[in-house]
């Protein structure tokens, strides 16, 4: 359930951005989505997705997006996103067990 969750933010974040903002969006992570096949995308939540793959993108690793929003003047999305990075740390965390087992609670797995 976490992950859907995280998936639908995701979701809303892409169709917050215009077509030439997620082209901007692309450019400025050009060092590191470097695919052919990214800059053919023109579905924000594909390039997502790539992100993810890239281990770029998780709930607990949101930093290269928040900077890339907001070096294409999208603030208030940055804004979006911190005001949910604690909410998803939080669902997203690991704890160590009693019995020093890792109990890996919703985090994020592919």
């Known amino acids: 359930m976490e992950q859907l969750e995280f998936n639908s933010f995701l979701l809303h974040l ?3 951005l215009k077509s030439n ?8 992570l050009k060092g590191y ?3 052919s096949k990214c800059e053919e995308m023109s579905q924000v939540f594909k ?10 993108l998780s709930p607990t ?12 003047g ?17 669902l997203f965390r690991e704890t160590i067990n009693d019995d020093n087992s890792l109990d890996r609670k919703g985090l994020y797995q592919r």
């Open 61 to 72: 690793k949101l930093l290269v997006l928040k900077t890339a929003l907001g070096s294409i």
């Open 14 to 16: 892409g169709n917050e």
């Open 74 to 90: 999208r603030l208030d999305l940055v804004k979006k996103i911190e005001g949910k990075e604690e909410y998803f740390a939080t």
């Open 21 to 28: 903002e997620f082209e901007a969006l692309k450019f400025v």
């Open 33 to 35: 989505v470097t695919s």
């Open 47 to 56: 390039y997502f997705e790539e992100m993810e793959r890239l281990c770029l």
